[in-house]
């Protein structure tokens, strides 16, 4: 099993490699390429959030709790005092960061149903909604969250799978085929109550339209080949003409 610093960087290639992609099909801006990069980070760590000892588990939950505990109080700002808000701001932060997470301790099992591609993509839809709902990012920038959520979330599965191989003694470790599955095989409730979360929570994402639409269009194709290689001679800049 690869160590969170592993997954962190082997996440952070992958996801900048796409994201460059993205700015080179000029269908994203400089700054939102940040947020898809980040977004592919997030994926990269989010499958260990079903070990109960991980760093992944800690920030994460510390970051929602944050997060949500934020969106909370500035939804309530305009009905509330100062120190109601305070109040409201804790007791979120407090519930999401502490009680949540021991329930979510309990009910999971490491390399079960959160290392499936079902929870990649129930993560996925979660992410392009939230995207879109609370950050109120259009269709195509909150789906595009989504997908780099799932290509990060990708790459945890595979790199896993990949260290289940000892290289030196040509066998396979007790550990492969737990990480990158389709669904929970020993499990089927957790298995039938992600299908279920996955299909609910699509209903939730903003529509595909945009997305579509630009993935189908000429143009960016186009964009993406003609800055894929250098025009000229490599790393020639461009004179600028005063
Ligand atoms: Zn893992």
């Not at 490699?17 to 994926?43: D, F, H, R």
């Not at 066998?171 to 929970?184: C, E, N, P, V, Y």
């Not at 109550?193 to 299909?199: D, E, P, Q, R």
Request: overall charge negative; some cysteine; charged content about 10%.
């Amino acid at each position: 099993m690869a160590d969170f610093h592993t997954h962190l960087s082997v996440a952070a290639a992958g996801s900048g490699l796409c994201s460059t992609l993205c700015l080179g099909a000029g269908i994203v801006s400089q700054t939102e390429v940040v947020m898809l990069w980040s977004a592919g980070m997030l994926g990269g760590i989010l499958p260990d959030i079903d070990s109960d000892n991980s760093t992944a588990i800690r920030i994460i939950f510390t970051s929602l709790a944050t997060l949500f505990a934020f969106l909370l109080m500035f939804n309530q700002a305009e009905y509330l005092s100062v120190l109601e808000l305070w109040v409201l701001w804790l007791a979120c932060y407090l519930s999401i960061r502490y009680l949540l997470l021991t329930a979510f301790i309990q009910f999971t099992r490491h390399r079960g149903i959160f290392h499936s591609l079902l929870a990649g993509l129930f993560f996925c839809f979660c992410a392009a909604a939230i995207s879109h709902h609370f950050f109120i990012l259009n269709g195509l920038l909150a789906w595009l969250v989504g997908i780099f959520v799932l290509v990060g979330f990708l790459i945890h599965l595979l790199l896993d799978e990949f260290y289940s191989v000892d290289f030196m003694n040509k066998r396979l470790k007790q550990s492969a085929g737990t990480a990158f599955k389709l669904i929970d095989y020993n499990n089927a409730v957790t298995s039938g109550l992600m299908g279920v979360a996955v299909i609910l929570m699509f209903f939730l994402t903003p529509s595909t339209e945009l997305l579509i639409n630009t993935l189908t269009s000429q143009d960016t194709w186009q964009a993406v080949s003609s800055h894929f290689l250098p025009a000229g001679t490599w790393f020639q800049v461009p004179q600028v003409v005063q």
